[in-house]
Each structure stands twice: as C-alpha cells, then as structure tokens.
C-alpha cells in the first residue's frame, strides 16, 4: 500500500499566508525517472534546474542540491553517536549535482561528483521537507476559552506519584504542552517541595527576582505583583529579550479574602483576532515594541530592556509560538513610525478586547498544596484584589528544559 504524509491543517491558516519555495519561477527540467522503491510504495523523481524533485506516497517534494548534500548521513558526512554534522557545509560546491539518481529498498540513493554515496530514508525526506512542514504544527495545541476548559475536564498531577512516576510526568507535560497550564496538588505547601515539583521537569532560571522567590503584598520590589492590588492579564519578563518560558505558583498561606488568580489563553484570543482582521494580527506580530522594568530601591537596582512584537510566529507556517503582552510594563512607543502608530492602537485594542471578553476569563483559587505551571509564552495570568496576609511562593523555569523533558517522553514539542 502507498506511504502518505502525515499533514494537521491548521484552520486560521490562510494558503495566501503560506510560503512558496518556488514563488515566481518555474524551473526547467533536465530529466524524468519512475523507479519502485519497494513493494510498499512507488517513488517519482525528477531532476529540476536547482533541485530534486520526489513524489513519494502522492506527495511532490522539492529538496534543494546543495541540502541534500549537507543533509548526507554517511559516517564520513554525520556523527550519528553525537547527532552532529562532520561535514563542513563551506566545503560544498554551490552548485553541486548528483551524478547518478536512483531509488533502492525505500531509499533515495544519490552519487555526487567524485565518487561519494548518500543515502536517505524517503519516510525521512517525507518528514523534514518544507512541503509536509509548512503545514504542520511544531508543537499541536488546544486552544480555549473558560467553557472549553472546563469541559475537558483535565486532572491535575498528585504530588507523591508526580514525584516517583515518570508516567505522571508524561501526563501532566502532555496537558502542559497542549493547554498551556498544568496543575500539581497534594504538594506540602513548603518553598522546598515546590522546588522540588518544579525540577523534576525543568531547570529553574534564576533572575534578578531569585532563584525560588517568596514574597507577601509588602511592596519588597517595585513591582506592582508585590502588594494587595488586582491584576489585569498579563504575561511576565516582556521586558527580558527572552522572556521566561514558565512561571510556577504555589499560595502557602491566605488569611482573608480575594486573591483569585485569573488565567486567559492568549493563542485562543489571538486567532480570534487572525480570523476577524489578518491584517491586525500581522501588524500585531510585526511591529517591534519596547517593554521596561526600572527599579530604584534602596536594595535592589535594575533597568531592564526588551523589544520585540506582542505576537510572534514561525514564518514557515505561521504558527504562534510567544505573545508578549504587558500593559503595565509596556515602554514609550518610539520605535514606530507615525503612520503605523495608530493602526498598531487599533489592533492592540482588538486584541485587548478578545482578552478581556468574559468567557475567555479562566478563575482559580489557589490554596495550598496545589501547584501551578503556566505557559508564559502563551497563557496570561492575573488576580483579584485580596485583603490580609497572602503568601505566595514560585520561580521561573526555562523553556528549553521543559520542551526537551517533553520531546525525551516521545511528546511532540
């Protein structure tokens, strides 16, 4: 039977979005070959001006010379025990060609100029071409408002088999990554526990703020997070040019009343706006703005800068990877010219008012013992106004550590 490609279409994605290796010219042909590439499956190949092109399963793909010679797995070309390139790609003769092009037992078998042999997979073609990746998510998501969430009825972890099963952590990374929070309960509501939940997925990112930070409304920092005062939707660090890839909570302590926390999918708000005005959204995700974090207190002394757009996007298939929303820390626009500003205010209030739209308000009341892990990349998170003595303890985590733990669970990430 044939070998089709795996393709998840996106629905907000619009084909005039998508990119065209081969825009605006068509490149000759030299010559056409139909060869068997096992019983399974029939391979067509034909060598274009500057690239080979393969239908494998129904499924025509352009691979570039040049790529397919830096691309050679041969022990000579590659290090398969460290998964790093020998090759030196400023060896490769730009304009290289294959030789000899044939297809044997379910492999593309090329001979280059000088005698050397590579060999690919077409199943690994199939995977790491531009066409079957265009239209594929890097990491698949599940986008939603309030209702949505809740009707998914997610588990939360349990702490004493989160902290010795690795099948729980492979549960709980996999509702991680799919909605962008995740909830531990059971956890003791100590600063070391917490850090301990925390490691047994990520390394933890020290900041000016700490490495574990533990803090009450007694104005410590300038930061508004440090007293009794609601918060609006907002994500963290927009003024790193990295901003923190997770953000851990654990309530230790409440005496009084108030203090929920407010948690708002900004990916599900954003392609609200993406299929109501494109044109907003590519303003959204195009145009650099500045975030700002000042502090000038007897103890602590920073000025911290980061530029970026509020929405960012893989150009290849534009998938959103980060939203960079923060109203309060958000710096003096100088960086836009004067024609953009007012469109920039529009979209930005578009954008506002997805966020702000009631059903897309997630409540949770934290108490102690449960944990929560945020996608700061992509979930916001604020809380109510609360009164007496609210203690709250958390950290920062890196992205990579947390992607990397998901990817050696076999996760998609």
Not at 61 to 80: E, I, Q, T
Not at 157 to 182: H, T
Not at 208 to 219: A, I
Not at 221 to 237: I, P, V
Request: neutral net charge.
């Amino acid at each position: 039977m044939s070998v089709m490609l795996h393709r998840i279409l996106r629905p907000a994605l619009k084909p005039a979005q998508l990119l065209s290796a081969v825009k605006n010219k068509q490149p000759l042909w030299r010559h056409e070959t139909l060869v068997s590439a096992s019983s399974a499956c029939d391979a067509t190949i034909r060598s274009l001006e500057d690239c080979l092109e393969v239908n494998y399963g129904g499924a025509p793909m352009r691979f570039n010379y040049v790529w397919l010679r830096d691309h050679c797995r041969s022990d000579a070309s590659y290090n398969s025990s460290t998964n790093q390139r020998n090759l030196d790609t400023a060896s490769i003769d730009l304009s290289i060609r294959p030789d000899n092009t044939t297809v044997q037992d379910g492999h593309l078998v090329l001979t280059w100029p000088g005698g050397h042999v590579s060999k690919y997979s077409l199943s690994w073609l199939a995977e790491n071409s531009y066409e079957k990746n265009k239209q594929s998510p890097i990491q698949p998501r599940i986008l939603w408002n309030s209702d949505t969430y809740k009707k998914a009825n997610i588990p939360s972890a349990k702490w004493e088999s989160f902290m010795s099963c690795d099948d729980e952590v492979k549960k709980f990374l996999q509702n991680y990554l799919l909605y962008g929070i995740a909830f531990v309960d059971d956890v003791p509501a100590t600063v070391e526990a917490t850090e301990a939940v925390t490691q047994r997925v990520s390394l933890i990112r020290e900041t000016t703020y700490g490495r574990m930070w533990c803090f009450t409304s007694d104005f410590s920092r300038g930061d508004s997070a440090y007293s009794q005062l609601g918060l609006d939707r907002h994500t963290d660090n927009s003024y790193f040019q990295e901003p923190c890839g997770i953000q851990v909570f654990h309530c230790l302590k409440h005496e009084g009343t108030g203090g929920r926390t407010l948690l708002v999918d900004g990916f599900y708000a954003a392609e609200k706006v993406r299929q109501q005005s494109p044109e907003n959204f590519e303003l959204l995700a195009k145009v650099p703005i500045r975030h700002e974090y000042i502090e000038k207190s007897e103890n602590h002394r920073n000025h911290m800068t980061g530029i970026g757009p509020v929405l960012n996007v893989y150009p290849w298939n534009d998938e959103m990877y980060m939203i960079r929303y923060n109203n309060y820390d958000r710096s003096v626009i100088n960086i836009v010219p004067h024609d953009l500003v007012r469109r920039w205010y529009v979209a930005h209030r578009e954008l506002t008012n997805e966020l702000r739209r009631p059903e897309n308000e997630l409540w949770v009341k934290l108490t102690p013992g449960k944990v929560i892990f945020i996608d700061n990349w992509r979930v916001m998170h604020g809380r109510d106004s609360f009164t007496g003595l609210r203690q709250l303890c958390g950290c920062y985590l890196t992205r990579d550590d947390v992607l990397s733990s998901a990817r050696v669970f076999g996760l998609q990430a």
